[in-house]
């Protein structure tokens, strides 16, 4: 209160005593708290601890994506397709003339749904990262990164 007023200007003013007004003493009981309780109660509440963890959980999976793109990959793809055919189509056939056939929409739809005329196919893929600097770039700027937000 007396820095307040400015009263702790001056040092005669200072050694002077106060006169309270009111009384000091408190007429219900005072809470009791255990503070490791509170401590523990504020370190929770507190949203930027919570970003701060959010970010180092993102800096962790920055760092083994990097790493995981530094090793070999092998993918493997397989497709399986049905067609059908629509329209005027000819066949040729070794013992006779050209048989010639109207089909329309429908014709095509049944053919889609019976798998007359699929279609397979099958590929393996195997990706070697033999001096990949952007990828030990990338690494190297996901460790900075993660080495930043830890201290």
């Known amino acids: 209160m007396r820095q307040t007023i400015g009263a702790d200007l001056d040092p005669r003013i200072g050694a002077l005593d106060l006169d309270l007004t009111e009384n000091t003493e408190s007429s219900g009981g005072v809470a009791t708290a255990d503070l490791q309780d509170i401590l523990s109660q504020a370190l929770k ?41 629509g329209g005027i189509s000819f066949a040729n056939s070794a013992a006779g003339p050209v048989v010639v056939s109207n089909g329309g929409f429908g014709d095509s739809l049944s053919q889609l749904g ?37 201290l």
């Not at 963890?53 to 493997?76: G, M």
């Not at 007359?116 to 033999?130: A, D, E, K, V």
């Not at 990164?145 to 830890?150: G, L, R």
Request: hydrophobic share 40%; glycine share 6%; no cysteine.
């Open 114 to 150: 019976g798998f007359n005329f699929p279609t397979y196919g099958m590929s393996l893929q195997l990706r070697l990262p033999i001096r990949n600097r952007a990828a030990a770039a990338d690494l190297g700027s996901a460790l900075v990164s993660k080495e930043k937000q830890s």
């Open 45 to 85: 509440n507190r949203a930027e601890i919570e970003a701060q963890r959010q970010q180092l959980a993102i800096d962790d999976a920055n760092v083994r994506v990097a790493n995981n793109n530094l090793k070999p990959d092998l993918n493997l793809s397989a497709n399986y397709t049905s067609n059908g055919l």
